[in-house]
Structure formats: C-alpha cells, structure tokens
C-alpha cells in the first residue's frame, strides 16, 4: 500500500511539472512573477506548539515548501480511540517536518488555489497515566494537497488547506499490551498564514 502511495504522489508530481511548463500563450502575457515567502501553521500555536515554513514559487506556478513544527494532538483526536476511555492517552508530536509541492493556478503573489503532492513525518510521543507507560514512534505520511491562498493586501496572505494521506507506523504504539490505533488513510486540515515577497 505505501508503495501504491509513493506512486501516487510521483503521478501527482508528474502532472505538476506537465502543468509548469511554460506554453506560448504564457509567454505572450507579461513577465510571470516568481516569488519567496515565510508562513506558519496558525492552529500548531494553539495546540502548545510551533510552526514554520519556507517557500519559493517558480515563474513556472509550481511551489515548492519545506517547513518544521511541533504541537500536541487536540484531545478530540486522541478521544476517538477504541482505548481511551481505558488508556487516557496524553500525546504530543514532538517534531514534525514537511515538504509539499503544488500548483498555484494564479501564479505567486496572487490569490488563487493550489493543488499538490505532501509528504508528513512526524515523531510521537504517547504516554497513559492509567497504564503507568509511555512509547514513542513515527508516522510517515505521504498524499495529496490542496488549498486557496486569500491574499490581504500585497504581501500578507491566509491560506486553508486540506490533505489526505496514507500513513506507515514505524515503531510501537502500544503501551503494556494496549495500543492506540494509528489509521492507513486520513484527512488533515489547517490554516496557514505567510509573508509573500515576489519579483518579475
């Protein structure tokens, strides 16, 4: 299943390039706008964490994002679990990074959506009070993006985004014989805000 994960998301990079590549309509307009911005996870600060992220837009609209975080998983997450009642799970991901590749369909410093490829690791930290335990490992989780960049004034911008992923546990999620469960395939979302910097 990873595997049909993985070659999933090269067919969505495959259709990213196809889309960048520059076409004589493109180059009759003006000359595109390529671009740098910083932004971060509005929601990872309210969930005792950080978040920051690094992009480049290309003349081309293909974006490319790389980014670090930390945050604790909201309780209505960890409640979902078949055990919690049992187990009342305590977590927090005490590191994340990303990467993501998407299409701005507007181009940069405009709003507009954008859809892509994203790639999620995360480390766990799982511990239970009523288990007297604790246990760490990490998921790797790789699907497909989209969102719509709002841009407020020239530079600021919002920017809601979803995900859907396919994610592989590496370690145990169990702690004395009683485990939390980790799902194959799931939906994120999340704001992101930025600063957007862009030239001709």
């Given at each position: 299943?990873?595997?049909?994960?993985?070659?999933?998301?090269?067919?969505?990079?495959?259709?990213?390039?196809?889309?960048?590549?520059?076409?004589?309509?493109?180059?009759?307009?003006?000359?595109?706008?390529?671009?740098?911005?910083?932004?971060?996870?509005?929601?990872?600060?309210?969930?005792?964490?950080?978040?920051?992220?690094?992009?480049?837009?290309?003349?081309?609209?293909?974006?490319?994002?790389?980014?670090?975080?930390?945050?604790?998983?909201p309780?209505?997450?960890?409640?979902?679990?078949?055990?919690?009642?049992?187990?009342?799970?305590?977590?927090?991901?005490?590191?994340?990074?990303?990467?993501?590749?998407?299409?701005?369909?507007?181009?940069a410093?405009?709003?507009?959506?954008?859809?892509?490829?994203?790639?999620?690791?995360?480390?766990?930290?799982?511990?239970s009070?009523?288990?007297?335990?604790e246990?760490?490992?990490?998921?790797?989780?790789?699907?497909?993006?989209?969102?719509?960049?709002?841009?407020?004034?020239?530079?600021?911008?919002?920017?809601?985004?979803?995900?859907?992923?396919?994610?592989?546990?590496?370690?145990?999620?169990?702690?004395?014989?009683?485990?939390?469960?980790?799902?194959?395939?799931?939906?994120?979302?999340?704001?992101?805000?930025?600063?957007?910097?862009?030239?001709?």
């Amino acid at each position: 299943m990873f595997r049909t994960a993985l070659a999933l998301t090269a067919l969505s990079l495959t259709a990213l390039l196809g889309l960048a590549l520059p076409s004589s309509a493109q180059t009759a307009q003006a000359t595109p706008i390529a671009s740098v911005a910083a932004e971060a996870d509005v929601l990872a600060y309210g969930l005792s964490g950080y978040s920051g992220i690094f992009s480049v837009t290309l003349p081309s609209k293909l974006q490319v994002a790389f980014g670090v975080g930390r945050y604790d998983p909201p309780s209505f997450l960890l409640s979902g679990d078949a055990n919690y009642d049992r187990a009342q799970w305590e977590a927090t991901v005490t590191s994340i990074q990303v990467a993501r590749a998407t299409y701005r369909f507007r181009g940069a410093m405009k709003s507009g959506p954008a859809l892509g490829a994203i790639v999620l690791n995360q480390n766990w930290r799982l511990s239970s009070e009523p288990l007297a335990g604790e246990t760490r490992f990490r998921t790797l989780s790789v699907g497909v993006t989209g969102g719509y960049y709002i841009h407020l004034g020239r530079h600021f911008y919002l920017y809601p985004t979803a995900a859907f992923t396919y994610n592989d546990v590496s370690g145990s999620t169990s702690i004395n014989g009683t485990s939390y469960a980790v799902e194959r395939f799931s939906p994120n979302a999340s704001l992101h805000a930025g600063w957007e910097w862009g030239r001709r």
